[in-house]
């Protein structure tokens, strides 16, 4: 029987090739759309799953009362690892890490600045990143020891083994090659070229036990079988019971697992984060697929005309109902499995470039049994699905009502039918006025006002001999006319990399807590940068010496201090009092799709990473680069020139909303062709099935035009 089923079905299709073609094509696009997904939405939540110690290790994370709302944040002090690890016997292993430092590697002509992180000898203990070569027990013990990757170990000594030999880094220690890791995942969070151990930051005198200094990552690796809300409470009090002066602040476990997906908290609270832009598209993919099943089942109820004789005959040799089910089931089994196979087609050409769209290395494995399966499930659900109410509705013709014509109700106001197609057009739209939601929203924000001149704006690191030469790099790229203005900053305008509730004025209610971003530059920061000065004016260390003390701040800044003249008032921050010389309009120092911190620039007295150089229009950008790079390699030749354009750096800021906008215009239109290629046939059918009324039309006087506006 299932034979005869079988071979009724590819008839069918071949006779009724349209409409075959209709039905495959939908539900291919469908189901292609709902892969892609389905592999990308695999892929963010398999992040970092693939750690064998996953289950018990936790980040630690920070709570603090606020103003009546309770903050959280993942960044702890330096010292609190080795104190949570000595203190509480049901924890294994604990590790701290800087995430990210940037040091040059040097080995004989080959020079690379790299990003990787400092770290304790438990990390990879912790973490599963399989070693190639070294011993894992020992390999980050040694203070000049270095754990490289495998393609980075390839850059430095090409095909030669990377294992004992020794490399410069920074130009100031050698360091051992103790290890050399297998290449990182790509779903994994962590991302870094090398090693170093937490030993080597007590050496440079990067170390302290400032319980107020929250500048490192720590995680926690608990023994098994330990409760880990036993051990929260346990370490909830930690901050208090080693710092009296250190604030009420909550020390507690986060899953390890869950950080990526769930990053977001308000007042205290898990409040999503990467996990809701995963459900929105999962439920697009969920439509797309049920947009597709509609126009299977619609174009084949369409079609029950021509197949209802043959539901009578059946019934009247004596096939039941749930037989008639089955073949009809059976046949949309049929063209889902038709259509899965073009759709797999259709996912392997369409995926590099996917992956290239989103930024994700996604790939398809074929030979997965758990792909195999999810394929032949997906068939399955497709095909009752889609099939579900054509069976349902074919198999309840009564012979009877088949020979006297009266099994269509073709007048009625509503049907199934029309209701499908009512729904299928409405997920269309609702998908089409998210897309114009979210194109406006992120048009919005980019119009939005920087507050600085970003264009002809590059920023590079300031490292080797460029701070013991910088005044003289700054007088030639000035003299030579490649640059119209030069400051040094603490972080690219781009970025906050301080911020503190600790600063103290006048008039401060110590009761409200506010965090207030810290930024420190040189002379002419606003002239340099293009800020806006409302009030005071810029650093001039040439004309003022004292402005090494002296502190700008943003009318945020202004307003949360309560300065009726701010000029000349007094801010206390890090045992300095800074004096204030000027006010500048707010800019976007980080997110532009939040409102603006207020903000302290201080002087010359604080400490500097990076310089930023205004380009001079007159030269073209490539002119102006050349003559920089020339002056760089003269004042600090054993570092490569690396810089970054504040323009292009800030347009990095909506890739993700960007990538988002792009995936939802492009599944909008998939629904819309999907949804008409239903109404196409939809309307292709009517025509056929009233071809004599068409025909008696124009025999009375209709044009072609009437017939296509009738129709």
Known sequence: MFKNYLKIAWRNLLRNKGFSLLNIVGLSIGLAVTALIIIWIHFEIGMDQFHDHKDRTYQVY???????????????????????????????????????????????????????MITDTDFL??????????????????????????????KLFGNQSAMGKTVKVDNTDSFMITGVLKDLPPNTYFEFDFLIPWAYSVQRGWDDKNWSNNSVATFVMLKKGVDHHAVFEKIKHLRKSHDKDSPEMITYLYPFTRSWLYSNFENGKEVGGRIEVIRIFGIIAFMILIIACINFMNLSTARSQKRAKEVGVRKV?????????G??????????????????????????????????????????????ASVFG???????????YPALFLSGFKPSSVLKGTFIKSNAMITPRKVLVVLQFSIAIILITSSIIVTQQLQKVQDRQTGYAKNNLVYAAIDGDIEKNYALIKEELLRSGAAISITKTSAPITEGWSNSWGFEWKGKNDENKILIQ????????????GL????????????????????????SAVALMNFEEPIGQIIKDNGIDWHVVGVIKDFVLESPFQETDPMVI????????????????????????????????????????EYEFVDQEYAKKFDEEKITSTLIDIFTLLTIFISCLGLFGLVSYMAEHRIKEIGIRKVLGASVSNIILFL
């Open 62 to 116: 920070n709570q603090h009362p606020v103003n009546g709302e309770i903050w959280t944040w993942n960044s702890t002090p330096k010292i609190m690892a080795s104190v949570i690890e000595k203190e509480h016997p049901e924890v294994e292993s604990a590790v701290r890490m800087y995430e990210y430092v940037e040091f040059l590697f040097a080995k004989g002509n080959t020079r690379l600045n790299s990003k990787g």
């Open 125 to 154: 203990k912790v973490f599963s990143f399989p070693l190639l070569e070294g011993n894992l027990e020992t390999v980050l013990e040694g203070v000049n020891s270095v754990v490289i990757t495998e393609t980075f170990a390839k």
């Open 317 to 325: 040799i004596g096939a039941n109902r749930l037989a008639l089910i």
């Open 327 to 372: 073949q009809f089931l059976g046949e949309s089994i049929l063209i889902s499995s038709i259509a899965a196979v073009f759709a797999i087609l259709i996912v392997l050409v369409t995926l590099p470039h996917f992956s290239i769209l989103i930024d994700k290395p996604l790939s398809l494995d074929l030979t997965n049994i758990w792909f195999l």
């Open 378 to 388: 997906t068939i399955g659900f497709t095909g009752i699905l889609a099939g579900s």
């Open 518 to 529: 810290r930024f420190v530059a040189d002379d002419k920061v606003a002239k340099t940068l």
């Open 532 to 555: 806006e000065i409302i009030a005071g004016r810029d650093f001039d260390l040439n004309t003022y010496p004292t402005d090494s003390t002296a502190a700008i701040i943003n009318e």
């Open 602 to 641: 201080e002087g010359a007295k604080g400490w500097f990473n990076v310089m930023h150089i205004k380009f001079n229009t007159l030269h073209s950008t490539s002119k102006s680069l050349a003559m920089i790079k020339d002056t760089f390699k003269k004042y600090n030749p054993e570092y490569p020139f």
